[in-house]
């Protein structure tokens, strides 16, 4: 029998949800996301999806939730 996997996130997942985890959030890194260290990223993680995210800075969100759901 095939192990059903629960995707972990999706293009709804907030920004914010996705840096709590340290792999994650180097997955983001690697996909060169602008401003995670500025004063207004904290803010705009709150806020933002992933979908979002990656509509406003050109990311194949096929590519990214791909990544971060291997690791989930």
Do not use: R
Request: proline share 3%.
């Amino acid at each position: 029998m095939d192990k059903v996997t629960e995707k972990k996130y999706s293009e709804n997942t907030k920004l914010s949800e996705v840096l709590k985890s340290p792999e994650a959030s180097k997955i983001i890194a690697k996909y060169k996301l602008p401003c995670l260290g500025c004063a207004m990223a904290a803010y705009e993680a709150e806020i933002l999806t992933l979908g979002q995210v990656s509509k406003f800075y050109g990311i194949d969100i096929n590519s990214l939730l791909k990544e971060l759901n291997e690791i989930s």
